[in-house]
């Protein structure tokens, strides 16, 4: 069973929802299912340095351990930092890990409360990168019954209504009286909204009357206040039993699966980082005392990414470190060029000797820190490359032609970026090597593409880009693409591929509607293919600066062993994912599946 992730989300302010989302934890449990709990974000009202009662009620219910949350005045400096993007990925990471091997993972949204804009705006945010089903929670004892079942219909568009999705279901608690919950029920079935609508009656007097004198009127579905009454646990845990009665595991049962599975940026991004530190590989790099790369090193070795090696003069290294106010980690390796060029000279000559090379130019070129490294590759005495911060694309590339070479089959090198869009990632190549591919290259390119996403946890659905549509266009560009498509068929029958489609028709479902309606890929497209490196590179950099996309990327296909290049205007981030997603590369190369980075999800 494909293991599921509930985002129970508040839509009012200072009406906390903490009870409902303990709720669908015991509806799960009733029907056998492993469940966790988290709350990644504290809600704003909660102050400083207290412990929200209701927090210490999910613990003792859940019966496990329960993340303690994200402050929320640290949530909202990160956000006007422009750090969203981390926060996100902070979010996943304390997901995942709460999740283990459980089968269903129950989260929490933070409470918005007045004077707190910001929080207000996580709640969708964090829907959208966990791809949870959304369970937002509105409040059916305010205003009218109409009003309720407008505040519903406002859930529903503000959770999805815009991208084409609705959420998993709504959630109207607490109603009170038999009349109103039977007033409710028929006036949201009339208005005949997007998704199905729970209706949670408010608890009897069984419940809630006690020698404390409180009634069903005065009922508070705060655990926090309820936990503060005579016998409040007590009450907090009936009250949550109430709830799952009411939230049957009927009411539960999963969505339609999605046409387009979904895998976000941030679980991309925390995917590859897990899977680089279980590969444990050993990456050189180079450029050791480029500040950026200096910085990426450390924080590897901080994080367990990937054990990096830096070519450099250890006390140039050392001195750039103190200017970067950098301490450098005892596992980080810092190894002079000058104490290993000579152990590199004769397999050197050994691999390029029929190309005229003798020990005298074997020494001269392994004098060049991206030759030295790439023998280091060849030699096994490291598992992958990573350059390109200071030199240039053919700087990196042309060593790992010489010694590396391409892997069998493989007819030609190529790339690929990873565009981290704000619900998904595709894939673009190649759009960093082959100015023009041939037909039979352009396939070959399609086919390491495709092979390179499903390595990384992406479902490869395959567009060939051109400036026409099917039969649309003519001309030898346009015939070309027509070609390839059909070579990559023949070649890999099972793929999901078509082509020639223009990229609108690609990538948008209600263009591919008209413009290619019989398509297997048009409008849902997961990897792109470019005819020809100007269109390739120009559409990646106006996608990246445009719409603020963040790019990982270029990773090299086709040869035997990883060798990756780095813009010259790469950010530490760009080089740390980069150093990631070389060590899967290198550790997928002694495996005989794919490495399946949406396995967890």
Not at 44 to 72: F, K, Q, T, Y
Not at 258 to 272: E, G, Q
Not at 457 to 478: E, H, K, L, Q, W
């Amino acid at each position: 069973m494909p293991r599921r992730t509930v985002f129970v989300v508040p839509t009012v302010a200072d009406d906390p929802v903490t009870a409902v989302a303990l709720g669908v934890v015991r509806a799960f449990e009733r029907a056998g299912l492993a469940v966790g709990y988290v709350r990644p974000v504290e809600s704003p009202n909660v102050p400083a340095g207290s412990r929200d009662p209701s927090l210490r009620m999910a613990r003792r219910h859940c019966g496990a351990p329960v993340a303690d949350p994200i402050p929320a005045a640290r949530a909202e400096r990160m956000i006007r930092a422009g750090e969203m993007a981390a926060l996100m990925e902070a979010i996943v990471d304390m997901v995942e890990r709460v999740r283990g091997t459980r089968d269903v993972m129950v989260v929490e949204g933070p409470l918005p409360a007045s004077g707190h804009p910001l929080v207000a705006d996580l709640d969708r945010a964090m829907g959208r990168c966990l791809a949870a089903e959304v369970m937002p929670v509105v409040p059916g004892d305010r205003g009218t019954v109409d009003a309720v079942v407008e505040s519903v219909a406002d859930a529903i568009y503000r959770f999805g209504g815009d991208a084409g999705q609705a959420p998993a279901r709504v959630i109207v608690s607490p109603v009170p009286g038999a009349a109103r919950v039977a007033a409710l029920r028929r006036a949201l079935t009339e208005a005949a909204l997007s998704c199905p609508c729970l209706v949670v009656p408010l608890p009897g007097p069984s419940l809630s009357t006690g020698p404390d004198g409180v009634s069903p009127a005065d009922i508070v579905p705060d655990l926090a206040d309820l936990c503060r009454l005579p016998r409040g646990v007590e009450r907090a845990t009936r009250h949550v039993e109430h709830l799952a009665d009411v939230i049957s595991h009927d009411a539960l049962r999963p969505p339609a699966p999605r046409a387009t599975p979904r895998l976000t940026p941030p679980m991309f991004r925390y995917r590859m980082v897990e899977a680089a530190r279980a590969a444990n590989r050993r990456i050189v790099l180079p450029e050791g005392d480029d500040p950026r790369t200096l910085r990426a090193a450390v924080i590897c070795a901080e994080k367990g990414i990937a054990r990096c090696v830096l070519l450099g003069r250890p006390d140039r290294v050392r001195a750039v470190a103190g200017d970067q106010g950098l301490s450098v980690p005892g596992t980080l390796d810092i190894v002079d060029p000058e104490s290993l060029r000579a152990a590199y000279v004769a397999p050197l000559v050994a691999l390029r000797g029929r190309k005229g090379m003798t020990p005298e130019t074997a020494d001269e070129a392994l004098r060049d820190p991206v030759m030295l490294g790439t023998m280091m590759l060849a030699m096994d005495d490291v598992h992958g490359l990573v350059s390109g911060a200071v030199h240039t694309t053919a700087d990196t590339v042309r060593p790992a032609l010489q010694v590396i070479r391409t892997a069998p089959g493989a007819s030609l090198v190529s790339s690929v970026f990873f565009m981290l869009m704000p619900d998904q990632v595709l894939v673009y190549g190649d759009c960093a090597i082959n100015p023009d591919p041939t037909a039979e290259q352009l396939a070959d390119i399609a086919i390491q593409s495709a092979r390179s996403a499903a390595a990384f946890g992406i479902d490869p659905r395959v567009a060939m880009i051109s400036y026409a549509t099917g039969s649309s266009g003519s001309g030898d560009d346009v015939e070309k693409v027509r070609r390839a498509t059909a070579l990559v068929r023949r070649q890999w029958p099972d793929l999901l591929v078509d082509g020639p489609l223009q990229y609108d028709a690609a990538a948008v479902a209600s263009v591919a509607r008209s413009k290619a309606p019989d398509s297997p890929v048009a409008g849902r497209a997961t990897v792109f293919v470019f005819p020809d490196l100007n269109t390739g590179n120009c559409t990646y950099k106006a996608v990246q600066r445009s719409a603020n996309v963040v790019s990982v990327g270029p990773m090299l296909q086709g040869l035997r062993k990883p060798v990756n290049d780095l813009s010259r205007g790469a950010l530490v981030d760009d080089i740390v994912y980069t150093i990631a997603l070389t060590a899967i590369q290198a550790d997928q190369g002694g495996r005989d599946e794919p490495l399946d980075l949406a396995a967890t999800g």
